[in-house]
């Protein structure tokens, strides 16, 4: 069967306006978020990879262990 290929416009994304939201947080000591909010960021990614490379199984993240050595693409 043949490829199809299509072409869209994406709009970018807005860098200014959230980090000058963080930035604020931050600088009044409110609602920014924490080390522990990266963490969890960077545990999702890692799961989404460990998940793709084995068939797509779920990974949960606050049960499985991931590795903490490896380096990923994005990293």
Do not use: C
């Not at 869209?8 to 920014?32: E, H, T, W, Y």
């Not at 199984?57 to 490896?70: A, N």
Request: proline share 11%; glycine share 6%.
């Amino acid at each position: 069967m043949p490829a199809t290929e299509k072409n869209f416009k994406i709009q970018p994304a807005d860098v200014i306006g959230p980090s000058r939201a963080v930035l604020s947080a931050l600088l009044s000591k409110a609602n920014f978020p924490t080390g522990a909010d990266g963490r969890l960021a960077v545990s999702v990614l890692v799961a989404a990879y460990i998940s793709d490379e084995n068939g797509h199984r779920p990974v949960r993240i606050d049960e499985e262990p991931l590795p903490r050595e490896r380096v990923f693409p994005w990293a």
